[in-house]
């Protein structure tokens, strides 16, 4: 079967969640047997938006091959239970870059180099490559901004020519739009839709299929108007409205039809889609049998879809503990050894999550002694791991003055430093540690006893690494390393001894937790968070066993 091509593009506003249709879509199309895959076109200049600053752009999400991608890449794995790679997110920097450097090299044989057609057969290059690459039955192509953007056009229009390319039968258009509910006029308003719809097919690309976001359902009366208006038919005006959790999205969207639709436009194999698990998993998210808080302390907090891998990995070690977490959002600017016992006090867990540069970094530090001291559950990542070995370094093992040379590079005791090949790198995008790595882990730790196995890979994304020039050190106040890169010996996980769950971890866990495989060190941490819900440990009981 040839491969089928599903263009998502979006129209009246920005986030209206064409990651989330995408994602969405394509787990019912793999949960009829379908071989999917998503990709992500981005208008943005930037390369990739490993550069960005997380207010920009949320979370850079990586996957197994090192590339830094768009967030929504990780809704896509969450959903569909597949593994990503460079090729499945595509930017117009990186689009220019190639075409460039082929002109560079003579590739074009002296030809004018223009968007039609130099551009646009770059960017359909990467979405055919990407669906002869595995031989997918359905690459489902979301297409970034909006409708009528600038930026936006060539994209447009190589869709238009790849509908040809590979024959009009093998592709397929939804649009997702908006419908708004004016209260003034009390009632759902279509124009937005039409306009949104004329604009995109006066680009050459017409829609087969609207998905119509509303906060109120779409009678038939309004369906008609949009299909009439649209050049639709009335089944293939599909609502979309406010779900309580984004994994109830699938479901409503099969209550739609919206699978049913493409299947047979595509004439696509009809089987039926098994969600059994799927639903479990969602009845879980939604009807908990108890509840904890987790603080979860970083710099980018209100903006929250800077750790949105963080989130949902918590809500996928929730449901497998029965639970939900109730995230407390702490930001560690204004976090101290004064306040801190009134910020976290109650919670069952505290998470101090990634980031970069030295802002907040004393609110993290307290926030990791305090979670110590307490013996309430710690889990630090990336960042989060470093500030641990700094506090313990500073207060369990008289190394007063430790810090990062990220912060501090004249410190007296560098506990955290460059990684080697990272010191004479002056270029910034795609030059850390990246992507995926072997962690070697100790039998009988936390670590070790979450994953159930001594050999684990997982992805990376940082510059700099706890110092093994320090590490007997601090091993010997009673840090345990309880992880390590069998090929370079770096410090991947560690842990504190006596204390009930203390894990901190080099890596990013959170980018390979899925609603089918939920990351066993969250499930763990989350189960250690409810046991100390169910009975919070008072200091006095506890500080006898802390190194001091």
């Known amino acids: 079967m040839a491969t089928k091509y599903i263009f998502i593009t979006g129209g009246v506003t920005s986030s209206l969640g ?18 999917v895959t998503v990709q992500k ?21 990586v996957t197994d091959d090192g590339a830094e991608t768009d967030l929504d890449l990780g809704h896509y794995e969450r959903f569909l239970g597949i593994r990503t790679s460079q090729q499945n997110n595509v930017t117009t920097g990186r689009v220019y870059y190639d075409v460039i ?4 090299k003579g590739a074009y044989l002296g030809k004018t ?16 490559n990407l669906g002869e690459s595995e031989n997918y039955d359905i690459v489902i192509v979301e297409i970034g901004g909006t409708v009528g953007d600038i930026e936006s056009l060539p994209y447009i229009e190589a869709m238009r020519q790849l509908r040809y390319d590979v024959g009009r039968k093998n592709t397929l258009s939804i649009h997702l739009t908006l419908v708004p509910y004016l209260a003034a006029a009390g009632e759902l308003k279509t124009k937005p839709t039409q306009h949104s719809v004329k604009t995109l097919s006066e680009s050459g690309l017409s829609p087969d299929i609207l998905v119509c976001r509303s906060e109120y359902p779409l009678d038939d009366s309004i369906r008609r108007k949009i299909a009439q208006f649209c050049n639709v038919e009335i089944e293939d005006v599909i609502a979309s409205l406010d779900a309580e959790s984004i994994y109830e999205v699938p479901l409503l969207m099969q209550d739609e039809g919206l699978d049913g639709r493409v299947i047979e436009k595509l004439n696509l194999p009809a089987k039926n889609a098994d969600l059994v698990q799927w639903k479990q998993f969602v009845e879980k998210v939604k009807n908990p049998k108890s509840e904890a808080t987790i603080a979860l302390v970083g710099k980018y907090v209100e903006h929250h879809d800077a750790y949105k891998s963080i989130v949902e990995a918590l809500v996928h070690g929730g449901a497998v503990n029965d639970s939900r977490l109730n995230i407390k959002w702490i930001q560690s600017d204004y976090v101290n050894d004064h306040n801190v016992a009134d910020l976290l006090g109650g919670v069952s867990g505290v998470l101090v999550a990634p980031g970069f540069g030295d802002r907040g970094i004393d609110g993290k530090l307290a926030a990791v002694k305090f979670a110590r001291l307490q013996g309430i559950p710690f889990f630090g990542i990336c960042l989060g791991m470093q500030c641990a070995v700094i506090e313990f370094a500073r207060n369990c093992a008289n190394l007063h003055d430790a ?5 501090n590079e004249s410190t007296p005791y560098p506990v955290i430093d460059y990684m080697p090949d990272q010191r004479g790198v002056t270029e910034k995008g795609g030059t850390m540690r990246l992507g995926q790595y072997e962690c070697k882990l100790t039998e009988g730790t936390n670590a070790g006893s979450a994953y159930g196995k001594e050999l684990i890979n997982e992805r990376h994304r940082h510059r700099f690494e706890l110092n093994n020039e320090l590490r007997d050190t601090l091993q010997q106040h009673g840090l345990v390393v309880s992880g390590v890169n069998p090929e370079r010996n770096l410090v991947e996980v560690i842990e504190i001894e006596k204390h009930p769950w203390f894990v901190g971890v080099q890596f990013h866990p959170e980018l390979k937790s899925t609603v089918n495989e939920p990351h066993p060190l969250f499930v763990s941490f989350v189960k250690a968070s409810l046991i100390y819900a169910g009975h919070v440990v008072k200091q006095e009981e506890f500080k006898n066993n802390q190194p001091v």
């Open 41 to 61: 076109l981005d208008p943005y200049i930037n390369v990739d938006p490993g550069t960005m600053n997380p207010y920009e752009h949320g979370e850079v999400y």
């Open 18 to 35: 064409k990651g989330i249709i995408c994602a969405s879509l394509g787990r019912l199309l793999v949960a009829r047997g379908l071989r």
């Open 113 to 128: 180099v223009q968007v039609i057609p130099h551009i646009t057969d770059e960017i359909k290059a990467h979405v055919k």
């Open 101 to 104: 450097t082929k002109e560079r």
């Open 403 to 407: 810090n990062s040379t990220e912060f």
